[in-house]
């Protein structure tokens, strides 16, 4: 799920990019595998581990309604909002309304795209394991953040929760607010509306390498047996040409046949991606269905070497069925070898996400541990604005997101795309802040963060906001105190930080993050904590 920037729409009008916007938003700084596999398959669904245990107080709210006439432009605070003495991270009403607000002025907003995606932190895990620093490109913070699941209230109805706290990183007056964003987890006995997956399947000499076509096979085969009758699967495989092995099927008295074409799955020669693709969709197309999620999964290794490696082509493709059908693309990144910026650039124009997988043994725990089978919605085009109180305020940088950037004057321009989310997913987006003297004190909110997203069916905007109170901000990160979800997704953005360089505010050395990550790995009890441990105790031997 991605923003587009510099889209052009079918009414000639181009909307989106600012990047001169980007650096005023950060307060003039300038940014420095198989049974999870199969479940992800079916629904594209979010890499999680850790569940933070609540230990801050947090803002969160209820849903809301579209936004009425009359309501204030993007970067508006919420009516409302706690006054000091109020508990810190109070809730705020986030309901939008006629009432007057007062507006931020525009280089205090900070506005983004919602993002799920995690290929970046399992992929930098896979080369740290073979003893190679990732490349700083492949690097994304918000992917190795949103890796860690977070203990967020979950939303009454079909919306989001939103959960606004923070605690202070060292002196200086530097602080780490994390904005976090949750919709309810789908019920797995539970209506909902049939599937149309079409699997585009790399079968590349590449893909011969264990830890791909043998994970991709095992985990469609699981996939097959996890599937209602009512959905339907097509499957295309390519190398140097594409074949359609199977075209859209209804699950229902396929499934063997379904499995017989996952076994006899083989690799062959070169990587033609723009083949895959391309066949891909025109049996996504053919086979589309009316009232269903449609959706093409691309498993590859993402090694293009022949055909159109550079992409343009694709993308159009891809952009062009997104907007006719509302074809989406999952990508699903394997082997050890792997290209992230092209699988990247096809899930952005195809309105999906990524994530990575690299062994069953690490899929059948994100499973077992966090991931339901769902394909439906809870939001489409969501967007996200943070609003900081210049008085209290004196700078901010949003860590990561760079890709999801959207102008400020757009978060209510409906036309412009935002990010797609389902049900249990949840975003984090973490700001290193620092206030100004008296901060602490103040007596509004120090900063108003508000979701904005279309209804799945109806199409009808809805908004929901929560605030930061001044007092939010009293704890110390590495406090035994201070929430663990909080200090984990610290630590994680720490690491990309220092991946690609490092030039955060009170941003610990190396072999501190390594001496917390152990301590909240032991704290926790959390395996994927103790990966993330292992990784920065692996990254910081690579740096010696």
Not at 62 to 72: E, I, K, L, Q, V
Not at 304 to 323: M, V
Not at 332 to 354: C, F, N, P, W
Request: hydrophobic share 35%.
């Amino acid at each position: 799920m991605r923003t587009q920037r510099g889209n052009r729409h079918d009414d000639g009008r181009e909307t989106g990019g600012g990047a001169g916007r980007a650096a005023a938003r950060r307060g003039g700084w300038r940014p420095g595998p198989a049974a999870v596999l199969a479940v992800a398959l079916a629904g594209g669904l979010l890499l999680a581990g850790c569940s933070g245990q609540s230990g801050a107080e947090r803002a969160s709210a209820s849903d809301t309604g579209a936004r009425a006439p009359g309501a204030p432009r993007p970067g508006a605070l919420a009516p409302g909002a706690p006054e000091a003495g109020k508990r810190p991270g109070a809730a705020t009403d986030g309901a939008t309304g006629d009432g007057a607000r007062e507006t931020a002025p525009a280089d205090h907003l900070s506005t983004f795209a919602l993002d799920v995606d995690t290929a970046s932190y399992g992929y930098a895990r896979r080369t740290l394991a073979e003893g190679r620093l990732p490349a700083p490109d492949t690097v994304r913070p918000e992917e190795f953040v949103n890796s860690f699941r977070q203990s967020y209230p979950k939303p009454p109805g079909n919306g989001f929760s939103v959960t606004v706290d923070g605690a202070r990183t060292g002196p200086g007056d530097w602080s780490l607010v994390r904005v976090g964003l949750a919709t309810r987890p789908a019920d797995r006995r539970g209506e909902r509306p049939p599937a149309a997956l079409t699997f585009v399947v790399d079968v590349s000499g590449s893909m011969s390498e264990p830890g791909r076509l043998d994970l991709v096979k095992e985990s469609l085969g699981v996939l097959a047996d996890q599937l209602r009758d009512d959905d339907s699967v097509a499957l295309v495989t390519f190398s140097a040409e594409a074949e359609t092995r199977l075209p859209m099927t209804r699950v229902e008295g396929n499934r063997d046949r379904l499995h017989e074409v996952i076994d006899g799955l083989e690799t062959s020669s070169s990587t033609n991606v723009e083949a895959g693709v391309t066949t891909g969709y025109d049996t996504a197309v053919e086979g589309h269905r009316k009232g269903a999620t449609n959706r093409v999964v691309l498993l590859s290794d993402a090694l293009a070497n022949t055909g159109e490696t550079e992409a343009e082509a694709i993308l159009d493709r891809i952009d062009h069925e997104r907007r006719a059908y509302g074809i989406t693309l999952f990508g699903v990144g394997v082997g050890s070898e792997y290209g992230d910026a092209l699988m990247e650039r096809l899930a952005d124009k195809g309105d999906g996400h990524t994530t990575y997988v690299s062994t069953s043994e690490e899929a059948r725990r994100v499973f077992t541990d966090r991931l339901p089978a769902h394909v439906e919605l809870r939001a489409r085009d969501a967007k996200a604005q943070v609003a900081f109180d210049t008085r209290a305020v004196e700078s901010f940088r949003l860590i990561g997101y760079e890709n999801r950037e959207v102008a400020d004057e757009d978060f209510r321009d409906d036309r412009v795309d935002g990010g797609e989310v389902g049900p249990g997913h949840q975003v984090t987006a973490l700001y290193a802040v620092k206030t100004r003297p008296g901060a602490a004190t103040a007596k509004r909110p120090l900063a108003t963060a508000t979701v904005r997203w279309l209804d799945p069916v109806s199409r009808a905007p809805r908004e929901q906001s929560g605030s930061l109170a001044p007092g939010a901000l009293d704890a110390r990160l590495w406090d035994k105190g201070t929430d663990p979800g909080l200090r984990v997704a610290a630590t994680a953005a720490y690491f990309a930080d220092s991946l690609r360089g490092g030039d955060l505010p009170a941003a610990p050395g190396g072999a501190e993050l390594a001496t917390r990550a152990g301590e909240l790995a032991r704290t926790t009890e959390s395996s994927v904590v103790s990966q993330l441990a292992d990784a920065i105790r692996r990254a910081n031997g690579l740096r010696d």
